[in-house]
């Protein structure tokens, strides 16, 4: 009896968890599959590909405080619809936002990164965000940079 009410709520909160989604068209990480680490041939001519016009943005000497907007622009050069299935930035002062549906190929879409440059100054030091996309390109994941010196 133990077992089966264990089992029921197990069943239960796997069915509740999994339907939860993060307003992205229920497309996770998970859900884009790198075709080189799958069990099946693939042809890697037929998958898309993500190129950027810009992967490092230099955003030079900032003011302590002051925002940093940039659009990284990339088109999908393959020939099937490229899937984002995540932009993640390395911390919460940078927030990236991404397109929710597929892109054609020889369509454009862009990574609107928006970096909060308040308690980052750096001193002479470099100050570097990333954010890394996951999508369903080979390999999987891109990392995008934005650098520059942040002063008091």
Sequence with gaps: MMKKIFLTLFVAS?????????????????????????????????????????????????????????SFKFKNTGKTNLIIAEAKASCGCTIPEYPEDPIAPGESGEIKADFDSKNKAGGDAKVIKTITVIANTQPNKVVLKLTGFVKK
Excluded at 24 to 35: A, F, H, R
Excluded at 49 to 64: A, H, L, P, R, S
């Design 14 to 70: 796997t069915v509740l968890i999994s339907a939860c989604g993060d307003g992205k068209g229920g497309i996770t990480p998970g859900d884009v599959s790198n075709p080189a680490s799958a069990s099946d041939n693939y042809d890697p001519e037929k998958l898309p590909k993500m190129e950027f016009e810009v992967m490092d943005y230099n955003y030079g000497t900032i003011k302590e405080g002051e925002h940093v907007k940039y």
